[in-house]
């Protein structure tokens, strides 16, 4: 059987790439993940692996030569059973023992269609680690969630292929789990020592080459030894080191105190990479002005007061200033539906339903999880949602689909002390409102002054499709009907 290699699907942006470096040749047997070849785009560096055991038999593209998405360049032909030696007669035992192993590929999952890639961004397991079926085994991050790989059965892992910050792709192998076997009896024990291919992966080796190391270089951490980028700046970091002290040894030494001011460098999260593109896109793409305006709390803090027990007891979920909030946006957004409309290219798409992104801090990160159709949820319903939402977010239990969607932005910094701010869109909605810290403020009613709990509300929208009137019509109309909550229940 022959298996076709080709060219990696390639980003949107880049119309083709160049078959920048071959490390085989034909008629060299290669084994599954080897590297075959390296493809070059304008951007980054594509690594094609072997999908299987095999003989290259052609290459049909040599170095150089300029190459699309998905093209067959090579062809590999797996190998044929007369080439596997056969097992030594005087083996029977190790045949017994192996007889009843079989080897689950441990593989990512399939990656939705919105999402092109992932990075692997915690092992909870090492080579040799006995685990249970269902065990949490690593943890992918994508752009918007952490999915979890759970162990099919029980067994030992055999061998982990992609290490922690390597980046993969939707079905891909990253590592192998032997069942039938025990902590004490793993395929992988009676191994030789690895060689340099196999205790690094190949965004490790391609980082060794750049700067000049080879594995023998590194003290690898990893089981096995098995070398991370992270062992290779250390290896990096010593070199320098005693490069400095060659340097430094003619010269008479001088103390120097350095204190406590050290620094740390850690690679930014693909959320936190995706938060950092969507906020400079939301204001190099969009209009965006920000209109401002305050509201007198005291109306809803006393409903909440009278009511908040009784409230608790009959819907067994806290009556919180949210759902206030979520029901005046809805009510705002019917009346000006240009606010709760965003832009496509040259149109405008009017959304005749309301789902309202709530922006929820966790520990990765700023995430704004949709709450779908508020306009048919009661208090309750909007409290029960958002507490939903923020146990998912904290937890990482938040999916594509709870994140995807959403026609307007409620996000509250006063829950941090935050007294003014100006939000920032989130693309493609056309309209955010921050809420904030309730403060008290002498404020005149009525010829006199009084001390009242205020909250300024600051709304950030798109110029583009919505005008100043709306936009201050919207805030004012928000206004009104936080400072006479009943209007909510008479819709008025």
Known sequence: MTTEIKVPVLPESVADATVATWHVKVGDA?????????????????????????????????????????????ILSASGESETPAAPATAPAASANTSSMQVIDIVV???????????????????????????????????????????????????????EGDTVLGAQKIGELTTGASAGVSPTAAEETPSGDEIASPSVRRFLTENGLSASDVNGSGKGGRISKEDVEAALTNKKASKSEVKSAPIAPAAQTLGERTQKRVPMTRLRKTIATRLLEAKNSTAMLTTFNEVNMKPIMDLRKQY??????????RLGFMSFY???????????????????????????????????????????????????????????????????????????????????????????????????????????????????????????????????????????????????????????????????????
């Open 30 to 74: 290669v084994t599954r993940d080897q590297n075959l070849v390296d493809i070059e785009t304008d951007k980054v560096v594509l690594e094609v692996v072997a999908t299987e055991d095999g003989v290259i038999t052609e290459i049909s593209q040599e170095e150089g030569a300029t190459v699309l998405g998905e093209q067959v360049i090579a």
């Open 326 to 492: 979520v029901k005046a946006v809805v009510e705002a957004l019917k009346r000006f539906p240009g606010v709760n409309a965003s832009i496509d290219g040259d149109d405008i798409v009017y959304h005749n339903f309301f789902d309202i992104s709530i922006a929820v801090s966790t520990p990765r990160g700023l995430v704004t999880p949709v709450l779908r159709d508020a306009d048919q949820l009661s208090m309750a319903g909007v409290e029960n949602g958002i507490r939903d939402l923020a146990i998912k977010g904290r937890d990482g239990k938040l999916s594509i689909d709870d994140m995807t969607g959403g026609n307007f932005t409620i996000t509250n910094g006063g829950v941090f002390g935050s007294l003014l701010s100006t939000p920032i869109l989130n693309l493609p909605q056309a309209a955010i409102l921050g809420m904030h810290k309730i403060q008290d403020r002498p404020m005149a009613v009525d010829g006199k002054v009084e001390i009242l709990p205020m909250m300024y509300l600051a709304l950030s929208y798109d110029h583009r499709l919505i005008d100043g009137k709306e936009s201050v019509g919207f805030l004012v109309t928000i206004k009104e009907l936080l400072e006479d909550p009943a209007r909510l229940l008479l819709d008025i």
């Open 308 to 317: 908040k027990d009784l409230f608790e007891k009959t819907h067994d979920t």
């Open 109 to 163: 999952p399939v990656l939705p269609e919105s999402v092109a890639d992932a990075t692997v961004s915690t092992w909870h397991v090492a080579e040799g680690d006995t685990v249970s079926v269902d065990q949490n085994l690593v943890d992918i991050e994508t752009d918007k969630v952490v999915l979890e790989v759970v162990a099919q059965d029980n067994g030992v892992i055999g061998k982990i292929i992609n290490v």
